[in-house]
């Protein structure tokens, strides 16, 4: 590796590589058909009505639209038959108005024939009594007898022209005046004839041109409820300014909830023990104490959900009693049992009985030692306890029910030889083969990989399968994309999951696919996994594919790990080796090998540092000045790369020195100027980068990735973040032509193995390291990288297995 010089001559652009978000599809309304076009035949009016009920309706609408036009389909194939000029339907017309007729009659018949039976004893002539039979045959013969009166006026002779009436009768005397010599034809076209009213396709809509989106903001709870939770907290000596997030999480009755339970204000993003504890105090005075249900309580979901933000579906028992003791809880077994109790968190075991499980979290009374709760000093196998919160226990148990659903629903006998055959890699021809054969598959490999899994979207489109890839990022859907040849075989997860993006749901509310491949698997949480599986009809097919050395989701969770622990499904592995010197250093960094490689084009550049303030100015030389130069890659295509967000060299340190030397200004909106690099955060997870267009009233006006958004003014400050640097995390499932990462000294505790693979490798084209960790770099390349998250999801798979 080389050191980059100063001086080079600049290159030619790179362009970007941002993609348009689809548009959401927007449905149809449903529509019945008119009386008019129904009338005009009855056959044109039935596939009018089958055309509507099947294309634009769905769901339980379709129904109705269909009865509501087969039933003017029938009324108006009734009218037009009456029109029509035949025997046979004049005659059904008037018997129809004839059974009326007959009905009437029958019924005043019955009303004179009762008044005259009770008249009878004034002398009057009696009238003879009909019974109700045969008042019903005397109305049938009378009908019979007035159709065939009418048959045999239609079957005699008609006079010319006798029975015509309106526009026939006017074009007849027409006739016959010009046959005689009274009038000129002339006469009778003074005026052109009205045009045929004829049926015509609709002409499309004009392309409108998008309209930006809005981002969308929280609900916020009811004044009333915000000022109520103010009061609240102002009393206990806690900032007003969390009244909204309190209202938000604790509902509509907040306020009393904190004035009974105080604790509760460690649910709020940011509240620590300490606070909580503090405004306690303020709210019970002596009243509360260290070992209070309510703060135990309390604290054992603290701890789980500090937990899950650092990606751990579950804690060892022993963790979180350990953790209750450094809490000042002094009974940390009994704290445990309550929170089991009263449902805050819930108890799991990784052994072979529910029963240890339950006799390990809740011990007897008087507390029990480790050895005794894991029954290490029986001689039985021990038991490990652990515990978890509901949401994410049932996120993995549903997301191993499915997994299991979707390998045991599959087709097994498909051949898809002939597509494996014209593969464009034998990795591909045998990744096509085993989705051929399997409904769920992992698929490992690094970015040269990614042509894999497109050429199966690609073979398994050519045989008439729906065929869909799922990306995390906007930036990876373009490069499938891409790859595939299709624009609209490649979606994101996101956008697949809010229904923005992709083919829509089937009438059972299933995901309309037959094969579904999702990239970037390591970034797939236990919740999205979960979710993504319950919308997969049975007999779809899952490829799960990643590179499993890149840094796991910002979620809780393991799933492609936890996918390929337990060897639950069959497994792809690319032989397929990323290009490049920028290639091979990231292989080497995979297997724990830190090694010089030869860059004859400046591909991999090393910039050794002395300190913080020296590794942000040559950070900076390198984006705006260097890099563009000597590599030919402009500065809005460099990605800058750091360790965190904090720090003399975090994210922060080095957005504030990028922006003033790539577009100084005075942040007039909420620090942020037209042109500013930024990162949209919409939800927690998830980056979009893109730049500022301008502000207004409305809010941010942002480019993200060829997507116009607004983000308003409130949420700016939560959702939106310059993005010249970003983290490896945010990193994560895009890629840059150049990429600079920054290692300052005191970054050296947060680097790891995965970290490094993560940001070495979204560079495409050039890789420079800003370099101030010395032994820190292949000391962590070297450590073997640990099951660093604690999650159920690999036992529960095995056990469906077994």
């Not at 103010?230 to 509509?252: D, I, R």
């Not at 933000?309 to 028992?317: E, F, I, K, S, V």
């Not at 704290?335 to 009263?342: D, F, K, S």
């Not at 990306?471 to 999951?497: C, M």
């Amino acid at each position: 590796m080389t050191a980059l010089p100063r001086g080079e001559s600049p290159g030619p652009s790179a362009t970007d590589d941002d993609s348009v978000v689809a548009d959401a599809p927007v449905p149809a309304p449903a529509v019945t058909a008119p009386a008019e076009e129904a009338a005009a035949g009855t056959d044109e009016a039935t596939g009018e009505a089958t055309g509507d009920s099947t294309g634009e309706a769905t769901g339980g609408v379709a129904d109705d639209v269909a009865d509501g036009v087969a039933d003017d389909v029938a009324d108006g194939g009734e009218a037009a038959a009456g029109t029509g000029g035949s025997d046979g339907s004049d005659e059904t017309a008037e018997a129809a108005d004839d059974a009326d007729t007959a009905a009437e009659t029958d019924g005043s018949a019955d009303a004179d024939t009762t008044a005259g039976t009770d008249g009878s004893a004034d002398g009057a002539a009696a009238v003879p009594v009909l019974s109700e039979a045969e008042a019903e045959l005397a109305a049938q013969r009378e009908l019979l007898e007035r159709i065939e009166k009418r048959k045999a006026e239609k079957d005699g002779p008609i006079p010319a022209g006798t029975k015509l009436s309106g526009p026939a009768a006017d074009l007849l005397a027409a006739v016959r005046a010009v046959e005689s010599g009274e009038k000129p034809g002339a006469a009778f076209f003074d005026s052109p004839a009205p045009a045929v009213p004829r049926r015509t396709v609709p002409a499309p809509a004009p392309v409108r041109e998008r309209a930006p989106e809005s981002a969308r903001s929280p609900q916020g709870a009811a004044p009333e409820v915000v000022s109520a939770v103010a009061a609240v907290l102002a009393a206990g000596g806690a900032p007003e300014s969390l009244a909204g997030p309190a209202a938000g999480t604790l509902g509509a009755q907040a306020a009393d909830a904190l004035r009974e339970d105080p604790w509760q204000l460690l649910s709020l993003p940011g509240v620590g023990p300490e606070q909580a504890d503090g405004f306690a105090r303020a709210l019970l005075g002596a009243e509360c104490g260290p070992d209070d249900e309510r703060r135990t309580a309390a604290l054992v979901g603290w701890l789980l959900e500090r937990a899950a933000l650092q990606g751990h579906t579950a804690l060892d028992a022993a963790e979180v009693r350990t953790a209750l003791a450094g809490r000042a809880v002094t009974d940390p077994e009994a704290a445990v049992q309550h929170a089991v109790a009263e449902g805050v968190v819930l108890v799991f075991q990784d052994g072979p009985e529910d029963e240890e499980a339950e006799e390990a979290a809740q011990a007897p009374e008087g507390g029990a030692d480790a050895d005794e709760d894991t029954g290490a000093g029986d001689g039985r196998e021990p038991v490990q306890v652990f515990l978890g919160l509901d949401r994410y226990a049932l996120a993995e148990e549903s997301l191993a029910d499915g997994l299991a659903r979707l390998v045991n629903a599959c087709e097994k006998d498909a051949d898809w030889s002939a597509a494996a055959s014209s593969a464009p890699s034998p990795s591909a021809a045998e990744l096509i083969r085993t989705a051929a054969a399997h409904g769920l598959v992992a698929h490992t490999g690094g970015e040269a990989a990614r042509a894999e899994p497109a050429a199966l979207i690609a073979a398994a489109s050519g045989l008439g399968l729906r065929a869909l890839g799922a990306t995390h990022s906007v930036d990876g859907r373009q490069r499938l994309a891409e790859a595939v040849g299709d624009p609209s075989a490649a979606v994101t997860l996101a956008g697949l999951a809010a229904g923005t993006e992709g083919p829509g749901r089937d009438e059972e509310g299933a995901v309309a696919v037959d094969l579904l491949v999702v990239l970037d698997a390591p970034q797939v949480d236990v919740e999205t996994g979960a979710m993504l599986v319950e919308a997969l009809a049975d007999g779809t097919r899952l490829v799960l594919s990643g590179d499993p050395g890149v840094l796991g989701s910002a979620g809780a969770g393991r799933v492609f790990a936890d996918v390929l622990a337990a060897r639950a499904c069959p497994q792809v592995v690319s032989r397929t080796p990323d290009p490049g010197p920028i290639g091979e250093l990231v292989s080497g960094i995979g297997v724990g090998e830190l090694n010089q490689v030869a860059a004859p084009g400046r591909e991999v550049v090393i910039v050794p540092v002395r300190d913080a303030g020296e590794a942000v100015h040559r950070t900076v030389q390198l984006v705006a000045d260097s890099v563009p130069r000597a590599i030919g890659v402009p500065s809005s295509d460099t990605q800058v790369i750091t360790v965190g967000h904090g720090g003399s060299a975090g994210t922060r340190a080095l957005n504030e020195a990028l922006k003033q030397r790539l577009n100084p200004g005075p942040g007039r909106f909420g620090g942020f100027d037209p042109g500013d690099r930024i990162a949209h955060v919409p939800a927690p997870g998830r980056t979009v980068p893109g730049v500022v267009v301008s502000a207004d009233a409305e809010g941010l006006h942002l480019d993200c990735a060829g997507t116009p958004l607004v983000v308003p003014q409130e949420r700016v400050e939560a959702s939106v973040r310059h993005a010249w640097a970003l983290s490896a995390h945010q990193a994560a499932g895009m890629r840059w032509p150049a990429v600079v990462v920054v290692l300052p000294g005191d970054a050296a505790q947060g680097l790891s193995r995965p970290w490094v693979y993560t940001a070495f490798s979204r560079g495409v084209r050039h890789l420079s390291v800003v370099h101030g960790v010395d032994q820190a770099l292949p000391r962590a390349v070297a450590q073997s990288p640990s099951q660093d998250r604690t999650t159920r999801l690999r036992t529960l798979l095995e056990a469906a297995d077994g």
